[in-house]
């Protein structure tokens, strides 16, 4: 067996592609989308992550009044689900945001340089706490306007709370944490309006149809029933809300986004490096010693945002 030739192996990957990491070209990218994304997120004033979280409980709010439309009409929760995504979509062309989407692209702005710990808790408990209460709201609305809906609420609602901690539900809690994180990874890897729109729809279909536990989505529901009557008491929705948001967190970041930083972590090395001044590694990457390349289409540089995202190029 022919020894192994590392720089011959670098060369082969510039020759190949755009890079010289041994990762493909798209990862790359996604990495550097993500990275830009996450320090923007992390970066965001108290106003914007308010307004933003409240919008995505509203968006969600959205996505419910179609799922309860569809499913009164078909009978079908698969169809439902679906249906929920359009609420998702609008999530997603408004920049809203919905709490278990920050379990992958903040984190990994953090790891490569661009960010805090203390940024990504302050980012979480601001965007939960307003994802439930614009949730909480906007279902309130949509209760008031359809009150046929009420039977379909009450059947789900009862669906979730019910069975309460079991190894079942816990698995559809992770499940639903490693979902919606995964579509966020994909959405990152494309711009595409037509993605866009098919990951939402698959979030929908999937987490929603399935009858998987989300902490904000499934809120959704549960808050829409009791606005219609329920006997659940917010007591025991609380309860329900404590086990169900750390599995999800568990499905999200333990599945996905630490494989995810394990298999990119070449460049995460990269771009901290060339936080601390070393050149080196840039060079590497064909910036050459003035330092990253900024195409036309790049933002502006600032003090909180990434620099060394592009640095690869």
Known sequence: MAPRDPQGEAAERRRLGTHDHSVEDALVEE??????????????????????????????GLGLLAMLAVIDA???KLLGGLAFGVGLYALRLAHSELFTEEFLVPINAIVAGHGT????????????VTNLAGGWAFTWVVVAAFPRFEDVLLEITASYMDPGLTLETAALAVLAGFTITLVTRMSQGSSTGIATLANSLISGLL???????H????????????HAGA?????????WFAWVI????????LILTLPRLVRTWELVTAERESQHGGGGSRD???????????GAGDPPADVDGPSAGRAMR
């Open 31 to 60: 990495f550097e989308n993500t990275v830009t994304e996450g320090a923007n997120r992390l970066n965001r004033t108290w106003r914007a992550l308010v307004v933003t979280g409240l919008f995505g409980g509203i968006d969600v």
């Open 207 to 213: 987490v929603v149809g399935l009858g998987m536990l």
């Open 117 to 128: 710990w203390w940024q990504l808790l302050r980012l979480w408990s601001v965007t939960l």
């Open 246 to 253: 750390p599995l999800n967190m568990v499905g999200g970041l």
């Open 284 to 294: 590497d990457a064909g910036t050459g010693s003035d330092g990253p390349r900024t």
């Open 231 to 239: 006997r659940t008491s917010y007591l025991e929705w609380l309860i």
């Open 215 to 226: 902490g904000a989505l499934s809120s959704a529901v549960i808050f829409a029933a009791m």
């Open 74 to 76: 078909t009978g079908s």
